[in-house]
């Protein structure tokens, strides 16, 4: 599908940005409320702290109704993006090649598919162009363009996530960035922009949220035919990951309960492990 | 039987019996013994290693030492049945005694079992493996073995035969010649069963979910993994894991036992293992120590901790090919080793106890501490343990660090109450014949494994969300029997099964 400028279902807030391409190449699709998205943006070569980042804050803001958009690359990209969807949240992916020209590794060919069917897959370029070095920092104003804010978990001195950045501050829109280690190369350029005064410190999504969040319609729970342990354990996880022990105590319930309660859950696709024992909510 | 022996010329023929050893099977030995005119010579026929042949100097040098006289004539030793290879010294005495008999300084038709090496001054020494002999020859009617006093105690754990401990040759021949004869060796007692743990489980605080996957495990005899940062009390929770092992019964004491006499790990102070078996082998350990092996075969650390426990620390460091070596006896309860012209089956029922971290710094996932892994590191590192091997492996659980507020909190439950609920599930498996669910086999478990439509739905559920393999299909059925069990309940409900599939999430 291609939309130009001029078609109402262009999206709004790109359409607002002076150098918006004139066609965007789509699969898959925007609905409303996409144009309350946040763009999830990195390094492709994240360490796990960043992608333990990415993953909690891309399915934070998943889970509050915000659409996480991103550039399907390595690293921090692709981990906001799955994220978003394993949260059963939309997420969007700006492509820096023609839709049919993408050739990532096969886990992220394999995302790509996912996104098209959970949410939109954009180029401006025609479905058959590779795509080139210069394609990609500067399809990066379309993520900016898209989002009313950027967020830079980790970015190395030079970065194409500062592209991003830099572009969303040439749109007036609100740029934050998340503090790593002061020692490490990953979390320089992040550093850079809370020093320079350009981005604002993200900590977690309320951060976020507290700047996009007002425009958000106001979510419900979803009511599940769920027993008692069954919502108390889903209510336990349904803001952040914990761990089976932990759930356990605070319920005050045996950890075997817990577990087979998660299990059960799990198999209805309401939560999800991430690992070691640790869980969390899905919403659909 | 006994040999005569005229002057000069005549021909003497004797024999006696021995037992031989491959793996844990043991079978009686004819050791035949012919002593000729000719020149003067000895010869061991009947497929016998190196150690054997050897035997030949030993015995010359113990009978002329021990004021016999070795005749200077052609010997020809020869072990029956001649087909199978036989090793080790536990041949000497046997052989010994047979020449003794054919030059006709022997005169008695006492038929023992002979069991010990020969030192060149005459006297007894232990051999491996006492036990599975001295029990073979038992169960085939033997009522006499000979042996050295160092293993006279191992030996006397056979109650149906009468055990002579000698220390010397001389000894040996006065008791058979009835001038001296040697008491029985009594009874060994069976003693305290020593099993425990060197940490209770009162003493653990927290880790809800890890002392449930273990009280499973040693419920059901199920491996476990405990996934988790250094200092989170991984290693805490393994060494109090024999604590809550059931009762060491006689038999599985006497199998284990077996075991550790064949690789030479018994002694006069320690003739029967007091205490269920718990093995911590280091991860430098090779493929062969870990699984066994070498020519001729010893059994290894698997092995060794049949019928009890195996503690593998820091699992992926462990080298890749002892780990999938792990495959076979974790899924059998047994290995076989194939050696040229040797092949030795060791039993190895043991529970899979291992630890590791969660990445190779050691905090992916800790609330408190840094993780310094790229994400494909993590990945790799948790990619060591194959997926044939962690599906081997029916419990995973994640062993978070300890929050100071639950490290106060209420008193732990203490290991002798955890193992009582462990001895009412094991009572439930051995009325099924077995001694623990993990080794129920599936006619049996099909049997005994009645599902209620609701049980079955969901397991059906888990089929189709495709997170069971086969394998995986029947061993999450077999823990969920045992968490049934655990609450002495018959049909097992969806909970237990629901918890089953918990615990056997990927890692």
Redesign the interface.
């Known amino acids: 599908m291609i939309l130009t400028r001029a078609d109402p279902s262009y999206p709004a807030h790109l359409a607002q940005c002076p150098d918006a391409p004139e066609a965007l190449h789509v699969r898959g699709a925007f609905v409303r409320g996409d144009e309350i998205a946040v763009a999830v943006v990195g390094t492709r070569?994240?360490?796990?702290?960043g992608?333990?980042v990415a993953c909690d804050l891309a399915r934070d803001l998943a889970l509050s109704g915000v659409t996480v958009v991103s550039g399907l690359a390595h690293g921090i990209d692709e981990?906001a993006h799955r994220a978003a969807l394993d949260a059963g949240g939309r997420t969007i992916a700006v492509l820096g090649c023609g839709l049919a020209a993408f050739h990532g590794s096969i886990a992220r060919r394999r995302l790509l598919e996912r996104i098209a069917t959970g949410g939109a897959v954009v180029s401006e370029y025609d479905d058959d162009f590779a795509g080139a070095a210069w394609t990609f920092p500067v399809r990066n104003r379309i993520i900016a363009g898209l989002t009313l804010a950027t967020v830079v978990v980790e970015a190395g001195a030079p970065s194409g996530a500062l592209i991003t950045a830099a572009r969303a501050l040439d749109y007036d829109r609100a740029v934050f960035a998340v503090p790593g280690?002061i020692y490490g190369a990953k979390s320089i350029g992040c550093h850079r922009l809370i020093t320079e005064g350009r981005a604002r410190l993200c900590r977690r999504a309320a951060d976020v949220l507290a700047e996009v969040g007002a425009m958000l319609p106001a979510r419900e729970r979803p009511r599940l035919p769920l027993s008692p342990l069954e919502r108390a354990v889903f209510e336990a996880v349904f803001a952040e990951a914990r761990?089976?022990?932990?759930i356990?105590?605070d319920a005050a319930r045996?950890?075997?309960?817990v577990?087979?309660?998660?299990?059960?859950l799990e198999?209805r696709d309401l939560v999800r492990?991430v690992?070691?024992?640790?869980f969390v909510a899905r919403v659909s | 039987m006994a040999a005569l022996a005229a002057e000069g010329t005549a021909r003497g023929l004797a024999t006696t019996r021995a037992c031989a050893l491959w793996g844990l099977d043991a079978q009686l030995v004819r050791v035949e013994v012919d002593v000729a005119p000719g020149l003067p010579s000895m010869h061991v026929v009947g497929l016998a290693d190196a150690a054997i042949r050897e035997a030949r100097e030993r015995v010359r040098s113990a009978v002329r030492n021990s004021g016999f006289e070795f005749p200077l004539r052609r010997i020809t030793v020869n072990l029956a049945p001649a087909d199978r290879r036989k090793e080790g010294t536990g041949f000497d005495l046997a052989i010994a005694v047979g020449v003794l008999r054919a030059s006709g300084q022997l005169q008695s038709t006492a038929d023992p079992l002979l069991v010990a090496e020969l030192a060149l001054d005459g006297s007894l020494r232990p051999v491996r493996g006492c036990l599975p002999r001295v029990a073979a020859a038992a169960a085939r009617g033997v009522d006499e073995v000979v042996v050295s006093r160092e293993n006279a105690s191992e030996a006397a754990a056979v109650d149906t035969l009468a055990v002579r401990a000698a220390r010397t040759l001389r000894e040996v021949v006065a008791h058979l010649d009835s001038t001296a004869p040697i008491v029985g060796e009594p009874a060994a007692p069976l003693g305290e069963d020593t099993s425990g743990g060197e940490v209770d489980f009162a003493d653990i605080a927290?880790?809800?979910?890890a002392?449930?996957a273990l009280e499973i495990a040693a419920a059901g005899g199920h491996n476990v993994l405990l996934?988790?940062p250094p200092g989170t009390g991984k290693t805490l929770l393994a060494r109090a894991f024999p604590g809550i092992l059931p009762a060491f019964t006689p038999r599985e004491r006497f199998e284990a036992s077996v075991v550790h006499s064949v690789a030479g790990l018994l002694g006069p102070d320690r003739p029967l293992l007091a205490a269920r078996p718990y093995r911590a082998p280091h991860h430098t350990l090779s493929a062969y120590a870990l699984v066994g092996g070498a020519s001729p075969p010893r059994p290894g650390e698997v092995s060794l901790a049949h019928r009890g426990a195996l503690f593998l620390d820091e699992l992926p460091e462990y080298p890749a090919a002892a780990l999938e070596a792990l495959r076979e006896p974790l899924e059998d309860g047994r290995i076989t080793i194939s050696r040229a012209g040797a092949a030795a089956t060791y039993p190895a029922r043991t529970i899979l106890v291992a630890a590791m971290n969660?990445?190779a710094c050691g905090f992916?996932?800790d609330a408190e501490r840094?993780?310094?892994?790229?994400?494909e590191?993590?990945a790799r590192y948790r990619a060591r343990i194959s997926g044939p091997l962690l599906d081997r492996i029916d419990l995973r659980?994640?062993?978070?660090r300890v929050q100071a507020a639950?490290l106060r909190s209420v008193s732990a439950e203490p290991s002798h109450a955890i193992r009582e609920r462990v001895e009412g599930a094991r009572r439930a498996a051995r009325a099924r014949g077995v001694l623990a669910n993990a080794e129920l086999p599936l006619s049996a478990l099909r049997r005994w494994s009645r599902l209620s439509d609701q049980t079955h739905a969901?397991l059906e559920?888990?089929v189709a969300?495709d997170?069971l393999s086969s394998r995986g299909y029947h061993r999450v059925i077999r823990v969920a029997r045992t968490?049934a069990d655990l609450e002495s309940s018959a049909e097992i409900a969806?909970?237990?099964l629901?918890?089953a599939?918990?615990?056997r999430?990927?890692?």
């Open positions: 070569s994240m360490t796990s702290y992608e333990r981990t280690s761990h089976i022990d932990e356990a105590r045996p950890v075997e309960e577990s087979a309660t998660l299990t059960l198999l492990g690992g070691d024992g640790r | 927290g880790q809800a979910s002392r449930r996934v988790g969660p990445c992916f996932g840094e993780c310094r892994c790229l994400p590191q993590v659980v994640g062993v978070p639950a969901l559920l888990a969300k997170r968490i969806e909970l237990h629901a918890e599939l918990s615990l999430r990927e890692l």
